[in-house]
């Protein structure tokens, strides 16, 4: 279990009543997901959430507003799932299922208390809530449908438009696969190394989530100066300019390897996590590809649909 920190006030456990609250919420709403038509569903669902246990809708609230979670994550416990769910998919397009879209809701209502939720035009899967299961064929590929290790990276850090924060539902677990995350705030190296860090002189290409015509590279500062930091670090996809720079990556690489936090995500448990603020990683695994491995939802959320609103995939956002 790495260095959980239980009780220093990111792990947020649901009781009993509140998770079948929020199940009754969710059972009520009378509209079905659907990425065609997911602006109504966003809204829909943003009003409904007024009706979420007010603990919890405060706990996401002092997330977003930085008066918690103060490593730059939360972890909620105790969320409901349906009662049954279907076999973990084996590729995509993924079967489409009730079930799964009733889960999708249920994310889409608990992230609208943060932020927009949204997708990239130019995404291999351009769902507006995707799915991370293994998938064979990927299996040695930096991807997070690989097995081996998922290398340290923040979501789309290549592009202008990366998410403000990533949210991963659990679905279906595996006790032995643990999800690393790092804080930048956290990161302290000698001090001829950030100054490598803060310049914006690395090159970070896109990954295999986008597909090719769309693959893009910008040059990024690994570090900002912020008083709480923001850090870009995807060293798998990134390249420096000159020895020192990428000794400092590696100085880095090396830190948060040794100095991660690291949870193992339950069914019911949703991540949230700052994706300017904090990398994260995932450990290497065994699936056994046979519909029960480890499946997540994952729902990228942005502060303000401005900064993006040349990059959704589809319709409903052309009010913008
Ligand atoms: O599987 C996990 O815990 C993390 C996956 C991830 O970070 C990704 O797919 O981008
Ligand atoms: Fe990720």
Same mark, same amino acid.
């Given at each position: 279990m790495g260095n959980m920190q239980q009780g220093t006030g990111f792990v947020f456990h649901l009781d009993g009543a509140e998770t079948e609250a929020i199940r009754a919420l969710v059972d009520d709403l009378d509209f079905t997901y659907g990425n065609a038509h997911f602006d109504q569903v966003y809204w829909q669902c943003a009003l409904a959430?007024? @009706?979420?246990?007010s603990r919890l809708r405060r706990a996401l609230l002092e997330m977003k507003a930085l008066l918690s979670a103060q490593e730059g994550y939360l972890v909620v416990r105790g969320l409901p799932l349906p009662p049954e769910l279907p076999p973990t998919p084996r590729g995509k397009p993924e079967p489409e299922n009730q079930a799964v879209d009733w889960c999708r809701l249920l994310l889409v209502t608990l992230l609208s208390q943060v932020g927009f939720v949204y997708s990239f035009k130019g995404k291999v899967d351009e769902n507006y809530v995707d799915s991370i299961f293994p998938i064979e064929a990927d299996g040695?590929?930096?991807? @997070? &449908?690989?097995?081996t290790f998922l290398e340290w990276h923040i979501e *789309? @850090?290549?592009?202008?438009? &990366?998410?403000d924060w990533v949210s991963l539902l659990c679905l279906r677990g595996d006790p032995a696969v643990e999800t690393h995350i790092f804080p930048a705030s956290a990161v302290t190296l000698p001090e001829a190394q950030m100054e490598q860090l803060y310049q914006p002189q690395y090159l970070l290409r896109s990954d295999f989530t986008f597909d090719g015509a769309n693959r893009c590279a910008r040059q990024v500062a690994v570090? &900002?100066?912020h008083r709480s930091p923001e850090i870009v670090f995807d060293p798998a996809f990134m390249t420096s300019p000159t020895p020192e720079a990428q000794a400092a990556l590696d100085a880095l690489h090396a830190l948060v390897n040794r100095e991660k936090r690291s949870l193992v995500l339950a069914p019911g448990d949703l991540l949230l996590f700052d994706n300017r603020r904090t990398v994260h990683a995932r450990s290497e695994y065994a699936p056994r590809? *046979? @519909? &029960?491995d480890r499946w997540l939802l994952r729902g990228l959320v942005l502060e303000s649909k401005f900064k993006a609103r040349d990059c959704f995939p589809k319709e409903p956002f052309l009010a913008y």
């Open positions: 959430a007024a @009706g979420l246990p040695q590929l930096q991807a @997070g &449908s690989n097995k *789309d @850090g290549f592009h202008q438009a &990366s998410a570090l &900002s100066r590809y *046979d @519909g &029960s």
